[in-house]
């Protein structure tokens, strides 16, 4: 079938890689450049983890978002992942530690509890200040998000799929998969794919109703000479709570430190607020100054915003209407998620499940009758 794609983040390539697998004819439509350093997806890194919080359902997801990578990294021939180890803080009083840890456990995942001092014997370049225990995991890591995008272009390029950069979408017309392009030609095909990240609503209405964009800032910076040998022994540091959200990415493959506050802004316009005040990235840098010893040893390379696109509770949104398939609402944390989406659309297009067993998982509910086995023996993913 022909299928048009709105839209080139991690949402829409992986979903244009899935269809392709699966032998559709594919056109991919990006009104700026891809990657797009303006879309929530481009950035060096972006972070996979086991710890959910309270989220069982996207606990239980993460083992096949990894499943996915890996047949992604099979067909491009190359793993753009870099295993760093997850280090979760419990401060006190704080639960999102302890949920996390109480979901692995249902999932046969133990955690390493540390104690303050274990905690600062094993990872010395880090302070714990007000921090009563943490857990370690073995897994989690960053995926290089930009190199990603990058490395799906060049690969989907050879396979056919057709690009169109600098080409904004005007309108869609989604029972009849129809899309309007700025100069007033239309396009039609059999299905249309829309993601378009913190634009959605420009081409769906009801979108403002549903998701809200989010202004996010992150701050980099680099390590004392002295120190980055060390850094290759320190993981993803994540401080999650309900009043603050700070993590932290350890340097990999040539990457800076990076860390920021998950905690939404839930402000901006995705065209405009795009440069980061020095007041923002102070704020951010005060957090880092809590976490890191000899903080004033480190260089404080700049800082960038990026956009969420906050849906209730973040749960995802995907679901089909007319011919049309919509995927929106990944917030701050669907990019570990891409390439399994992908194949999940795909798959669904088949008609291997239901649209309506899709938006259920794809929600992070786990009411859905075997949502932990969504891919176990299915043809997709087995190769
Ligand atoms: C600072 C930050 C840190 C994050 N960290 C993590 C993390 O560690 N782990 C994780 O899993 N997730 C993380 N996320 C979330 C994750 O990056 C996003 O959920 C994901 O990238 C969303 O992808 P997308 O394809 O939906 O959107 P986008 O990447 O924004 O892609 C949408 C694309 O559509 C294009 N577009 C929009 N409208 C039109 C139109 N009308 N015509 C043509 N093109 C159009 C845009 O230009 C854009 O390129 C983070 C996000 C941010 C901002």
């Known amino acids: ?33 891809i990657p797009n350093p303006l879309g929530s997806s481009v950035d060096q890194q972006r972070l996979i983890r086991f710890p959910y919080g309270s989220e069982l359902g996207y606990t239980r997801m993460v083992a096949d978002a990894y499943r996915a990578w890996e047949q ?30 109480a979901n692995l456990d249902k999932l046969g995942i133990s955690v390493q509890w540390l104690e303050t001092q274990e905690l600062q014997r094993t990872f010395p370049l880090l302070r714990f200040d007000g921090v009563e225990s943490a857990f370690y ?33 005007r309108e869609v017309d989604l029972e009849n998969a129809q899309i309007v392009l700025e ?59 309900p009043k603050c959200g700070f993590y932290l990415v350890p340097p990999v493959a040539g990457t800076n430190i990076k860390a920021a506050d998950h905690s939404f802004t839930l402000t901006g316009n995705p065209d405009c607020d795009r440069i980061a005040m020095e007041e923002e990235a102070r704020t951010i840098y005060q957090l880092c100054q809590q976490r890191l010893q000899d903080f004033d040893h480190y260089q404080l390379q700049n800082a960038r915003t990026c956009f969420y696109t906050v849906a209730p509770q973040e749960h995802f949104i995907v679901e089909s209407r007319g011919k049309s398939w919509l995927m929106s609402g990944f917030s701050g944390h669907g990019f570990k998620f891409g390439a399994l989406l992908g194949l999940a659309v795909a798959e669904t297009i088949a008609g291997h499940r239901t649209p309506e067993q899709l938006s259920h998982w794809a929600a992070g509910n786990i009411s859905y009758p075997g949502a932990s086995h969504f891919f176990k023996n299915t043809q997709t993913l087995e190769g």
């Open 1 to 33: 079938m022909k299928v048009t794609v709105v839209g080139a983040g991690i949402m829409g390539m992986s979903v244009a890689w899935a269809l392709e697998r699966d032998g559709h004819q594919v056109t991919v439509y990006e009104q700026g450049e």
């Open 72 to 101: 992604l990294w099979r067909d491009l021939g190359k793993q753009l992942y870099i295993e760093t180890g997850t280090l979760v803080l419990a401060p006190a009083g704080q639960n999102w530690a302890h949920d996390s840890a």
């Open 137 to 169: 995991l073995d897994s989690g890591g960053v995926l290089l998000a930009e190199e990603i995008i990058a490395t799906m272009l060049q690969y989907l390029d050879k396979k056919g799929v057709k690009f169109h950069t600098q080409t904004l979408v």
């Open 183 to 241: 100069n007033g030609n239309r396009v039609n095909a059999d299905i249309l794919i829309i993601a378009a990240g913190p634009w959605v609503e420009r081409l769906l209405l009801d979108f403002s109703q549903r998701v809200t964009p989010s202004r996010q800032v992150l701050v980099y910076l680099r390590s004392p000479a002295d120190k980055i040998g060390q850094w290759a022994k320190i993981p993803m540091v994540l401080d999650i709570d």
